[in-house]
């Protein structure tokens, strides 16, 4: 496993390029906040989308397959961060509605609300899409551009309707110095469920177009919605039941049967959308309680439902219950036994780290990365670790070589899936540029936003920018999740997970599409260069082991720069993780200055060319012995004394490979 490596190496050209190109814009911003508007030519603009819709339509056609497009680092997604905004956290009705005449330069509209009818398609690229809309009062038009985070129940959602609310709009210029209403948090922008707003719901080409309530009763819902999902249609499925069931509440029918069937419906298609936390209330809400045979089927269905919600979930204990009580309803239901006795299996991993790792490791592949374990956690816990925030504890003694943390991942993104996206970024608040794993904030946004239940642990992880802090709001049916803050945490807590398996498309990943994943309790783990743990990873589940004795109450570290030269180490710890490492090693290298870590490098160097250029087994007599006289070398370049009880790092690999060619 690797940290997540965030060095970009550009040329001088290229880093001007990018810098002046991103930091010019935002100079660009500065000077022209607080302007009002300039309408712009509605004509252009138009033309303009409509031509980029075509270009991206062609470009789709050719990136479809499995795997990710390879992108060259000058195609790389280039944006600005450390500038950020916390979302609107005021509910609709409690805005000022504006309009587009209304909006001045690269200024956030506290306070109001702009109500939009899109006017032409949709433009999706890489890392945004945009479109051109237009007010409700008049024709005037302006471009609206959502970044990163596009998707509502698996559609886009510029896509999925023509009529937005957006929330406290910031009007800005784009990377391209054309001026922009711009979506950074997916809350900010909410899709408009009826045609009340601009008058008319007439284009039909939205799931949730023309739902005027009012004109269907609670069964006509019910069954387009079941005709939706026959047609592989998730989200205008989830809609139709959903309007079924506000009209049910309206009229306040009290539960009946087709309360109960619209909540088990919308279960299955949560469900297939792995929006678990809705899922799981919707499956329990149709519980009927009945004791006609009819009636236990269907609850048998619901606790099924529940159950794999809850599974999903981690909730292995709650899982194993809801499929205790499907059993009891419809004992030779197959999938529901099987899936208690998986339920079973994860609470012992839970509890005791008996892992069956060569099935785990046999069943994986690229299409299957994801393995179906649980973590356990119990030899450790969070505490204060000073001068470096929070940290992970021993809760007793753990053996070298014992599991100190098996952690299933909360995201991973492997770099041939389709979800996978580097950007460059450059950072306004270090005047660095980076890479960063942007396709994995964007897919632990989308987890998040399907699953509120887990915001707060997600949102409580390190990040330089706090946004909104850990806890969960919503509004309007929407969790608020601050993407900025997302980012932070991301850049502050990931981690490479490893070669899954060596295949022909992992060799292929390099920096402009690395894995990266989202481990939430080793985030917790502070980096040491003499650290007590190791960690490896098989698929998404991190296994963390003692690499000597670690006592009760002793501090966990890892390390997440393993490099011997303290320089480069140095600088790629304040690069990446924004810290520097004060453990005795830095301590004592640092003390020996450059010119003798200069050395000592060079004579590293040496002899890990020797290694490298002679197989150990067989290895000539000239060879070994050049070796001895290296090891020799290396060792004069330590102080005995400031090095004592300290490792030799520069001797790891040639001192092994001494041992392994002297052995008899
Ligand atoms: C993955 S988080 C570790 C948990 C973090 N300490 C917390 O409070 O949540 C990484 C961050 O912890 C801090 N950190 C980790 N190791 C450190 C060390 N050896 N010295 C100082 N800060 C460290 C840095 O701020 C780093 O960006």
Redesign the pocket.
């Given at each position: 496993m690797t940290s997540v490596n965030t060095t970009v190496f550009l040329t001088p050209e290229e880093d001007a390029h990018v810098r002046n190109t991103l930091k010019g814009r935002l100079q660009k911003c500065q000077k022209l906040a607080g302007q009002p508007r300039e309408p712009g030519d509605p004509i252009a603009r138009l033309q303009q989308v409509t031509g980029a819709s075509l270009m991206a339509d062609m470009n789709f056609a050719a990136e479809l397959g499995l795997e990710a497009p390879k992108r060259q680092r000058d195609a790389m997604v280039a944006f600005a961060v450390g500038h950020p905004y916390p979302p609107c956290i005021a509910s609709i009705e409690d805005l000022q509605p504006m309009e587009l005449s209304e909006l001045r330069m690269d200024t956030h509209h506290r306070g109001r609300v702009l109500t939009v009818r899109r006017k032409a398609p949709v433009v999706q690229l890489q890392a945004s899409s945009w479109t051109v809309v237009h007010a409700r009062s008049s024709e005037e038009t302006e471009r609206l551009e959502i970044l990163l985070h596009k998707l509502t129940h698996g559609q886009d959602i510029l896509e999925s309707g023509s009529m937005f609310k957006i929330k406290e709009p910031y009007f800005t210029l784009n990377e391209q110095d054309e001026p922009t209403l711009r979506i950074d948090h997916p809350s900010d922008l909410v899709l408009c469920s009826n045609g009340e707003e601009l008058g008319d719901s007439k284009d039909g080409d939205s799931a949730t177009a023309s739902t005027d309530l009012a004109r269907k009763t609670a069964k006509e819902w019910k069954e387009e919605g079941n005709a939706a999902l026959k047609q592989q249609d998730l989200p205008l499925a989830h809609a139709n039941y959903t309007q079924g069931l506000q009209l049910l509440t309206k009229n306040d029918t009290g539960k009946e049967e087709l309360t109960y069937d619209l909540f088990r419906n919308r279960a299955h298609v949560n469900l297939i959308l792995n929006r678990f936390d809705e899922a799981k209330t919707d499956a329990l809400a149709s519980l009927t309680g009945l004791e006609d045979q009819k009636a236990k089927d269907l609850d048998s269905k619901a606790y099924f439902r529940a159950g794999y919600a809850a599974y999903n979930l981690g909730e292995f204990q709650e899982a194993k219950g809801f499929f205790e009580d499907q059993q009891r309803l419809m004992p030779d239901h197959k999938d529901a036994a099987a899936y208690l006795r998986r339920a079973e299996l994860r609470l012992k991993e839970q509890a005791t780290a008996v892992y069956n790792f060569k099935k785990i490791k046999a069943g994986l592949s690229p299409g299957r990365p994801r393995v179906d374990a649980a973590s356990f956690a119990r030899n450790v816990k969070i505490g204060e670790?000073t001068?470096?925030?929070?940290?992970l504890f021993a809760t007793h003694d753990i053996g070298s070589g014992e599991i100190v943390l098996c952690e299933k991942a909360f995201c991973v993104v492997w770099g041939h899936e389709k979800e996978a996206l580097t950007a460059m970024t450059y950072d306004g608040r270090d005047d660095k540029i980076r890479v960063i794993p942007a396709g994995l904030c964007r897919a632990i946004v989308q987890k998040l936003l399907d699953n509120p239940s887990q915001v707060e642990k997600v949102m409580d992880?390190?990040g330089d920018y706090r946004g909104l802090g850990k806890q969960l709001i919503v509004r309007d049916s929407s969790p608020v999740i601050d993407t900025f803050q997302v980012h932070d945490i991301v850049s502050?807590?990931a981690f490479g997970p490893g070669p899954m398996h060596s295949s022909r498309r992992e060799a292929e990943e390099d920096e402009s599409n690395a894995s990266a994943g989202l481990w939430v309790m080793a985030?917790?783990?502070?980096?040491?260069c003499i650290p007590n743990a190791e960690k490896e990873c098989v698929g998404d589940l991190m296994i963390l082991r003692a690499t000597r004795r670690i006592r009760a109450g002793e501090e966990i570290t890892h390390s997440y720069d393993a490099s011997s030269d303290y320089d480069a180490r140095s600088a790629a710890l304040m690069n990446t993780?924004?810290?520097t490492?004060?453990?005795a090693l830095c301590v004592a290298e640092k003390a020996d200055g450059p010119g003798l870590r200069k050395k000592r490098l060079q004579l590293e160097s040496e002899a890990n060319a020797l290694v490298e250029r002679n197989a150990p087994v067989g290895a000539k007599m000239l060879a070994v012995a050049k070796g001895r006289r290296l090891i020799r070398s290396i060792n004069e370049t330590y102080n005995d004394e400031r090095y004592k009880g300290l490792p030799r790092t520069a001797l790891d690999r040639i001192q092994k490979w001494l041992a392994e060619a002297t052995a008899r």
């Open positions: 670790s001068g470096r925030g929070r940290g992880l390190y502050r807590n985030a917790y783990i502070n980096h040491s993780w924004g810290f490492c004060d453990c």
